[in-house]
């Protein structure tokens, strides 16, 4: 009678002490990253005595960086971030990517979706784009098949206008400064600067066409050689730009 009675006992003793062992496991496991990349696999317990024991999920989270945060126009920059929930990647979510405007350095409008990217088996995504004026950025998952729904940190970015600058000889050591913008600059003042023993200072004035274009000539000393470069200050929606530099050596033929 001992016999059958210590049987079941014995039994029902393992069960608990499997029990304690797996809530003590969960609880080193929320703190300790190593085991918890285990249990982002879907680790759990299954004993022949009828218990169980699994592990769920907690609030999703949506990263966002931006690379780099200001550039030229018709750069390309990158967006990429990483879906997690309890500190697991989330593959497969379907993430779509919003902008909206800047204007006068505020946040204007509602936002947009221009891209649409899904997670990989890591939990990130990546976006590459080119943008020609100053915006703000985040990301949103969408809520599907079990996946979570979760809106990123914001990103902004600083986008410089683009100026070119080319210098052509003409008859009688004059020369041609002739460039272009983008995005396009109507009216606007252009800079040609000069550079000197004390720095760039600005030598003439040029104004853009409807186009963005501009062009002007200018007489220098015959024989000398000079070095210049344009410079467009910023408006609502571009940092100010400023062209590669170019030498020039007056001719009088």
């Known amino acids: 009678m001992q016999r059958l009675i210590a049987r079941p006992l014995t039994a ?9 062992a797996a809530i003590a496991y969960s609880s080193i496991r929320d703190t ?30 949506l990263s966002l960086t931006l690379a780099p945060t200001s550039t030229t126009a ?22 779509n990517l919003q902008k909206r405007a800047v204007v006068n350095g505020v946040p204007s409008g509602p936002f947009a979706t221009f891209g649409t990217r899904h997670t990989g088996p890591n939990g990130g995504y990546s976006l590459r784009g080119v943008f020609l004026t100053n915006k703000q950025f985040r990301a949103v998952s969408v809520a599907e098949a079990g996946r979570p729904s979760a809106t990123s940190n914001l990103v902004g970015l600083t986008v410089h206008t683009k100026i070119s600058l080319k210098l052509a000889h003409l008859s009688g050591c004059r020369v041609r400064f002739t460039g272009s913008t983008l995005p396009t600059k109507a009216n606007r003042r252009i800079s040609i600067q000069r550079h000197r023993a004390a720095g760039w200072r600005t030598a003439y004035h040029a104004r853009t066409h409807s186009n963005g274009k501009y062009r002007v000539r200018h007489r220098l000393t015959c024989g000398k050689t000079y070095r210049f470069r344009s410079v467009i200050a910023g408006d609502s929606v571009n940092a100010s730009g400023r062209s590669a530099s170019h030498r020039v050596k007056a001719r009088r033929h």
């Open 74 to 95: 018709g750069r390309s920059v990158r967006l990429a971030g990483m879906l997690t929930q309890n500190g697991c990647p989330v593959p497969g979510a379907t993430i």
């Open 32 to 61: 300790n990253p190593a085991i918890n990349n285990v249990a982002c696999t879907g680790y759990g317990y299954g004993y022949g005595y009828g218990y169980g024991y699994g592990y769920g999920y907690g609030n999703a989270a």
């Open 12 to 20: 029902w003793l393992v069960v608990a002490a499997l029990a304690v």
